[in-house]
């Protein structure tokens, strides 16, 4: 069998990354790559820097694009702020505030963590207790998962803006919206954030291999004094009116044209309709498992109502399950692509991704193939999820339940 | 609005043609041409006739390949076999063989019709009467629609072949396997077929836009004796070694190219993986159905349990239920476009389409996304179709009830 | 070797007809089909045939679209207009009104020639000469092809409108623009034109397989009297406003979007731009083939300058040279595919198109591929050929030297 | 004007990189993607490395992919080889070894450089000589770039590794294939190299945004000492069965597809086939610039025969002329995209890159194009530069002259 094995028809791709790409993109990266010297790869990339602070909703933040995935990401904010010695504050939201706190520390910095408390988002009072503490305002800036991607826990940004400013603070508010731009709003200047960054196989619907950074006056301040060793990931040297420079070499004219295209169908679709879009899809995800786990089978793993993410559910299975079989199942069997538990998750949790080019088929299809692959491992959900999936998106049965009084759960 | 408006996601297309077209063969029409000169465009056409032939399981049948719809398949078929004033006999499946019986008119043909009984297949005893009362032997050819797509209902074409050999009857016997080649099991040879016509959007997944014919050496005989005014369709002038004149003009490079590598999709496959395939998925639809029309709201058009097609099924409503209007919100806000009744079926029916590129997950999606149409549109179907669907897939419950005993349907 | 079999890079392609596709074009031709009923496809085909119109600029035609080659389009025109028994005038230019003249006759009319003169275009004189010898208005009709695709020669429509009206005999004036839409100017109601035909493979920048008719009010007259049996080719029947009609079956919906991108790529460029690019390209041609020719070991084809087509050139060899050699070499050893002679031109000439999505590095690398291929065969051209073109396309030199004065040549 | 501004028919691109993207490899980049557990993720990655050492000639090289352009490939070099304080030979070869060796100076090594002499690739005996007097050995690696892309020069390997081995030292022996891998031989076991580093966008015929590097055992040694902080470069993390540790997060899925179909053309082609055909084609380049530069308008920038580079020609024109002019208007005008001079060389020089999916009638057509362009410029060229090129394409000349005698040069 060869990586081209025959599959029939579409497989439903419900991996929260990489993420259904729609045609108009296809074809934008399908175009022939042009000389770099070419105009049209100025205006090229022009457009992609002015989306993206639309999109991110800045206007003052420079806008980089690297050939990288979103660990590259990371590590471009981190070569760029970090100080050998310095410290960092990474709240914990699981699997991926690990990964960037332990990225951190391979270059030399501390990172300071907050407990997390699984199936909950980051607690902002722990944020706000831990820089209080920092009299010597050693924390140089402070690294956020918006959503994390392993857990489908979205942490709640204004809350952790005031948090900061509350502890009358000087640190960088650095947010990673990987797993949320163009699924959950955003806005980086409202929030007073100082950089983000992200990548292209999720929201954006672009194929892995672009990751982007924006970055405000004040981080491109600490990063002009960072003595870390880089050049690739530099954002000096990238600060530049030339293509060839803001790539540090060349520019990848695919993700590019792509990002371009992808723009343009959210600018086509709206954003506020994107954003309802996933919150709509979101919803029958989670009144899916809610009926399927009455009787105890699974349930969602993030608790409170409003931390559930819009792009991705992790669903949490009663011991004895095995969720890495049931993908197999569902995958080999019924043409459903579902993710895994990461990290300590694996064996505990799988996911189902509802971001980026989705719609309502596409997610009644994934919901009724994991119901098929479910009844064929013999899991005893309680039947009828699919059902209560349309019933949210006919408008029959709300898509969350009212969301519990604010300051109840976090 | 453009034909290009924003579709967020795949859509899930269940017309039972155009169907969806496999990314291989996407690409292969992506190709550029080539000069018709070149030694590979001999070659392509080669490999698209000899796996016509496979495909249609015969080792005699000359195959014509049109740039052209089923229509033109049809008048290929008609041009070269229905002489002016000639009888020919097009048993009755409804919406296809009324079509093909006024296009045999439109050339100054007479077609001779059984009767057609709406939800059944062809009678087989019925067209030997016919035959056995044609003492004159006036009749020419029996024009047979294998699957009419209208009524999601096949006719056996085996009994078919037993009833004109045993009016003893000489008429051609020709078949219109559009809507089935791909799907259900053919054998041009074994049937004794002597004419054979289709078309690319269904099972053989391609784009609209190429039609083909394969006649046998009687058929070819009794073309060569017709003197029906015709030149693009006409056989004997199609009948060379030489790409241009087989095509009548420019090759249809781009789809003999699909063409090739679909029927490659289809060796890599399997053939006989490809038939049980579209077996259960069909059966999937079925189980559906029946448990959404318990109540009495909706029904499988076709009544016997063995003509209903694996391509396509035609599902009645209950007076006072529009299927344009349910069709309309299962396209525009669940994404699955499902297919209208035709005809006299017109408002009586709709149809799902279950045939070519397709899997169990597209399938579920369709189902999920009709139930939450009707459910939008008040329908008072009986719940639960999509879970008994599941059933049939994970072989929790047969796909089709054990058909009734011969003889009782048919 | 399959029909895949590896070629480096990007073969030129210099055939006239199939031509190279534009990116936009394979990508709108790559679209998934949706259902027929969707509103796209009733707001793609009405882009369709208002893009056609303005091409044709005509506004008071139907347009109609086949799945068909040009053949077809041929036997559109010919199954609608041409009556048993009637007669047609088809006024000579070598290969192709031969063609069409013996599709005439295949449907049984009556073909009348004028003489046809080796690399010249129609002679208006005797075309009137026809029209007024037939006092009896038994011509029906008047079959012009615009550009003879085998000859490179382009006639002059407008004179050939005097040249009827001069006989004041009421023929329909047919055309068949094949070879030159998109190409040469035309304007269909300007030139009185009662009915067009063409194909998608040339001008329009489509793969082959979609031919098109635009007959005004007397044409559609005239089919409405005709009993030539057809159905598939019938204008009246498909005079309708439903989708399905309009095709006669299933429409082919990659065509379609082929041709709304196609269209609009030519009105992006300018229609004006278009014609001018395909002038200069022309010129480039000729200018080479002229030096090449000094010596006497080839010549174009045709002979009067204003009567050089700008979609084709046929380059007539010298006794001795083998013109297929010479193409097999420039094909299979230097990347560049040109034309063979057709009918009784074959080994007489090969064939350079210039038509279509064709740009200066296009042609010079085709010209240079066969000055590269003459080089292998030993064929004695006068050098500097590359050169002639390059001098043309920078404006050292004319395009095309001046033409000769007005009646001279025709 | 948008960066889809409608450009006629293919633009013939000759940057040296990015090139010409062949149709296998933009489909396969077109491939939706899958989750990442699908066991084809694991078997293409398992393709792609074996694809990459048998093209590499490495039996015993680990092979590490990046989400990365070039210079990223060159930051996972430097971040794993590179310590803080350590000395690097990096032999001095033009713009792309000044590059290396500042990229190496921001991480804190000292980078020594051997002297460039302009036009000539690297001097053996000049390394020898360093090498040798670095009698501590303090010299960790040399880093070789084989073709310097910016001078179109090619440095001999095995004469550096002779170099290396005379000196007795123990430094790593790093060699860049960015511009030649693909195109020119190589083979590192042979060669003695300890680590390699390349890119997607030249001879490999991708998109760009993705780069390689194979370490062998010395190579991965000298990393695991290595304190430099890194993350995202780390082989030793990145040395894992796990597809997505191989790749320190998300994989470039859509260039791993499209290195599959590369690698299967480099291997249907058979890479001595490819090597000969670079060869042929950098023969015809060098042809038509010896012949323009016959009165000294110009002149090939590398001065050895041998050292002139496979994959791209840089052209250094006399004073007073502006290549930056010429490549607009051969752009703008003629449709040819040559590139430009770098650093240093910007104004006095332009390149043809000749490299990965190219062939005669491109490379011809570029030619013609550049010579139209020098025509507008109204460049003193001396003319007959195309046909010199063609000259060497049939036979008729060789393609390069007999290099001087060995010794004499370098």
Known sequence: MTSRARIPGTRLLHSPGPTHVPDEVVHAMARQPTDL???????LIATCEDGMKDLLKTERADVFFYAANGHGGWEAVIANLVAPGSSTLVPGTGHFSDGWAEQVEAFGGQAVRTPYREGWPIDPAAVEAVLRDDTAHRIGAVFVVHTDTASGT?????????AIDAADHPALFVVDVVASLGAAPFAMDELGVNAVMGASQKGLMLQAGMAFVAADARAMEAA???PTPRFYWDWQRRRSDLGYQKFCGTPPLAHLAGLEASLGLIAAEGLANVHARHARLAGAVHAAVRRWGEGGALRLFTQPEAARSVSVSA???????DPEALRTVARERFQVAVAGGLGPLHGRVFRIGHLGDMNEAMILGCLAGVE??????????????????????????PADPTPAPPGEHR
């Open 372 to 397: 098929a692959a479910m009844q064929v491992q013999g899991i005893a959900f309680t039947p009828h999820g699919v059902e209560a999936a349309i019933a949210t998106l006919t408008g029959d049965e």
């Open 37 to 43: 010297a070419d105009p049209r790869v100025a205006r």
């Open 315 to 321: 669903i949490e299975v009663a011991a004895g399950i």
């Open 224 to 226: 002009r004094h960072n």
């Open 154 to 162: 979205t942490s709640d940004l204004a809350a952790l803006r005031r």
